[in-house]
């Protein structure tokens, strides 16, 4: 996932969340280890960031592996297939500390912002695919 940060650390960040029919979604494992709100324009601490969509400044993706997701119950009753994922789905994170991390633990990013403030996606690539013959 692309986003455009502008450097190594005015960030914003979005969950990702995965289907492979359109109706089921399951968001992948982000953790958040900081505890303190960033001010508007405020620097993100990467290393606090993981499976969050934006860690890294414009021209620089954030990485998504589907085999961090083979354990989920989802995956396990076959509600999500992660060899057939068809859709993609980002959802912005507010900073105001009310969305919360797979751990229950609040995602700070900057707070408050103004005009077109929130994830802007650039792009999204698919690095490595494994197709099967039928």
Known sequence: MF???IDDSFLELAFVEVSSDGFVFVRFPAVYLGNEQIGA?????????????GKYRQGFGTPFDLSDLADRPEVLDGSLDIENVGYVRLVDVVGDGNANDCRGHPVYDPYPTTGSAGFDLDAVAVLNSLFTEK
Request: net charge negative.
């Open 3 to 5: 986003e455009n940060g």
């Open 41 to 53: 324009f405020g620097p993100v601490d990467t290393t606090k960031v993981g499976d969050l969509a």
